[in-house]
T-cell receptor, first 113, second 115 residues
Framework: GNSVTQMEGPVTLSEEAFLTINCTYTATGYPSLFWYVQYPGEGLQLLLKATKADDKGSNKGFEATYRKETTSFHLEKGSVQVSDSAVYFC????????????FGKGTTLSVSS | GAVVSQHPSWVICKSGTSVKIECRSLDFQATTMFWYRQFPKQSLMLMATSNEGSKATYEQGVEKDKFLINHASLTLSTLTVTSAHPEDSSFYICSPSSGKLNEQFFGPGTRLTVL
């Protein structure tokens, strides 16, 4: 079946450090890939997405490239801020309409000044 | 993105009581509704899927008689936790979908605490 694996956290960084959160997936067909962010006490927010191989999703300085050859969708940011502290979820959507998103376990990011 | 509301945002109840959570899609028609549960420091686990006007399909291990889902209209779905127990304490998140590929949105969640 379809699944998402993301790196275990927590990830602790200093402000302005480079961030990478690894995400790999297993899926049949051609899934779409997503990164969601959950700030403390809040609901999920879509951060970025990519719907086909080699697409790059980007938002708020975060980027992720859909790599079909390595089945990966790693999240990166060149310079993190304290306000980026949150839980980040990688997710995939199967290529069929009407199927639910499948989430990874989430990675907690903590950025200190 | 779409506007999705959930009510209540948090609720505390006594063991044995029932709690109803409402999810409304305010600016689009949700032909499909997904309900997720998130335990502390864990990921979202899909509980059930419902299509408007049809009975919900539950994931393995989720009791359909305990978690009653109603999806009677394209803008409203409800999840009722019946005879709640402390182990049902969790964050419940609705996720309406228009049925089109990659059109799935999320409500802000309801935190349920059962004493």
């Amino acid at each position: 079946g379809n699944s998402v694996t993301q790196m275990e956290g927590p990830v602790t960084l200093s402000e302005e450090a480079f961030l990478t959160i690894n995400c790999t997936y297993t899926a049949t067909g051609y899934p779409s890939l997503f990164w969601y962010v959950q700030y403390p006490g809040e609901g999920l927010q879509l951060l970025l997405k990519a719907t086909k191989a080699d697409d790059k999703g980007s938002n708020k300085g975060f980027e992720a490239t859909y790599r079909k050859e390595t089945t990966s969708f790693h999240l990166e940011k060149g310079s993190v801020q304290v306000s980026d502290s949150a839980v980040y979820f990688c997710a995939l959507s199967a290529s069929q309409a009407g199927t639910a998103l499948i989430f990874g376990k989430g990675t907690t990011l903590s950025v200190s000044s | 993105g779409a506007v999705v509301s959930q009510h209540p945002s948090w609720v505390i109840c006594k063991s044995g009581t029932s709690v109803k959570i409402e999810c409304r899609s305010l600016d689009f028609q949700a032909t499909t509704m997904f309900w997720y549960r998130q335990f502390p420091k864990q990921s979202l686990m899909l509980m059930a899927t419902s299509n408007e006007g049809s009975k919900a399909t539950y994931e393995q291990g989720v009791e359909k008689d305990k978690f009653l889902i109603n999806h009677a209209s394209l803008t409203l779905s409800t999840l009722t936790v019946t005879s709640a127990h402390p182990e049902d304490s969790s964050f419940y998140i609705c996720s309406p979908s228009s049925g089109k590929l990659n059109e799935q949105f999320f409500g802000p969640g309801t935190r349920l605490t059962v004493l």
